[in-house]
């Protein structure tokens, strides 16, 4: 069993741009720092359908603009730090694109979609006149399993000794084998280093949403939210507001913006939706920092209860289902619910939510993180004043771990060739 600073470092950490993109420039990097050097001949990235989908449109940070998985492993290789984990392309700059550019234009970047693999994979092999070198990356986007030299391994997850006494099993693994409630009671064990970890999560997010609030970005749904609700903006119906910053923050994100998120469960798009909106009720509630921490430790549970039941990537949108259901569950709790008007919160977003659809990485992600947080304030709303759906009712069960386990079989089962689907789409737009 993991303790709640064990899964807060694991599940709740910064990223810099999306995290398909990011996890194609980690592994790169890591490959290139084994073989030595940056002059690479050869730069080929296989990567999952999911990887694959959800880095074709989105926003690269510090290039500009610039969109892809192959700008992405191109800067991998040019200035990519694997010490920086997600944020492994913070140290970008023009003469980096410069020389990225020019990599991608002599036809040495090759992203390989393997329509066999399914959620977090990539595998980035370079090769140069010094020999060659790969990296794998599976399940998180972080987490690297093997890193080979001259086709011999230098390094292997399962040589390494596992620090939480859990037989090498990962956060996620553990969390899809317990109780939702045995779950979420790690939240009574939170120390100030705890609180202080989640409260940066919300300082953080912010201040991308100010950056998508100031600047011509992505869809500037944000902006244009806050612009039509005019006096309602700061009104106790929070919904617009969280709407908008929210909006704003993937807004930013989604164009590339040069700034982090506090991600959660391996999204950053999910930590926009779990934190901002309970950030905003605690604010608009005047509740301690203690209760607002406690609120967004039980929303980033939720989250990756969700999470790691449906797969780290999915067809459906976790944004929306996965974390705005965590959203929705924090705020209960923040504002004075019980446990069990949580669990029907976490319900009524599911019973919404459940089919919206992940076509990719890309601008039009801020309307469903914008979607996936006005709803679960919505459905804290309705669980506060006792509404709730009555007993069972399609995907709906008897608990949440049996509601959870039906959306994940639409998401898993029901929806398993969507996303062949729209990578076909997306690939018959370059042939």
């Keep these: 069993m993991f303790t709640i600073k064990e899964f807060l470092n694991e599940e709740v950490k910064p990223a810099l741009g999306c995290t398909e993109p990011g996890a194609v420039a980690l592994g790169v990097a890591r490959a290139v720092e084994e ?6 001949d050869v730069l080929e990235v296989t990567v999952s359908d999911s990887i694959y989908k959800n880095g074709m449109y989105v926003g690269i940070p510090g290039t500009g603009g610039l969109k892809g998985n192959d700008i992405a492993a191109a800067l991998g290789a040019i200035c990519g730090r694997s010490e920086y984990g997600l944020e492994v392309l913070k140290d970008c ?52 399993t093997r890193v080979t030299k001259d086709n011999k391994i230098v390094f292997s997850a399962d040589d390494t000794d596992n620090s939480n006494g859990n037989s090498g099993r990962s956060i996620p693994d553990q969390v899809l084998k317990m109780n939702y409630r045995e779950l979420v009671s790690l939240v009574e ?67 590339g913006a040069p700034l982090p998120v506090m991600s959660s469960a391996g999204s950053g798009n999910h930590g926009i939706t779990a934190i901002i909106p309970v950030a ?11 209760d607002i921490a406690h609120a967004l430790a039980l929303s980033h549970l939720t989250t990756s209860f969700i999470k790691s039941r449906m797969g780290r990537l999915s067809p459906v949108c976790g ?33 919404n939510l459940v089919g919206m659809l992940c076509d990719g990485a890309k601008e039009t992600c801020s309307l469903k993180v914008s979607t996936g947080a006005s709803e679960a304030y919505y459905a804290a709303m309705l669980a506060l004043k006792g509404q ?37 789409i997306i690939r018959k737009r370059f042939n």
């Design 189 to 255: 064990h939170m120390d100030e280093e705890d609180i202080d970890h989640v409260l940066q999560g919300v300082a953080m997010n912010y201040r991308i949403a100010e950056f998508g609030f100031e600047n011509n970005v992505g869809l500037n749904l944000g902006s244009t939210i806050k612009e039509i609700a005019g006096d309602q903006y700061e009104s106790d119906d929070l919904s617009a507001k969280i709407k908008s910053v929210c909006a704003a923050a993937s807004d930013a994100r989604m164009d």
């Design 93 to 144: 700059n023009k003469e980096n694109l410069e020389k990225a550019g020019k990599m991608i234009e002599s036809n040495k970047v090759y992203i390989i979609p393997d329509m066999d693999r399914h959620g977090v994979y990539v595998e980035a092999s370079v090769k140069s006149s010094k020999g060659s070198a790969t990296c794998i990356i599976e399940k998180e986007h972080s987490n690297i």
């Design 280 to 290: 905003i009720a605690g604010e608009h509630y005047k509740r301690s920092k203690e």
């Design 319 to 351: 944004c929306a289902v996965a974390a705005g259901a965590g959203s929705a569950a924090g705020m209960v709790h923040l504002i004075g619910g019980d446990i069990d008007q949580s669990v029907k919160a976490v319900e009524i977003v599911i019973g």
């Design 388 to 424: 709730h759906l009555s007993g069972c009712q399609g995907v709906i069960d008897a608990t949440i771990e049996k509601t959870v386990e039906n959306a994940a079989r639409v998401n898993v089962e029901g929806m398993k060739d969507v996303d062949s689907i729209i990578i076909d």
């Design 35 to 40: 073989l030595g050097e940056t002059q690479i």
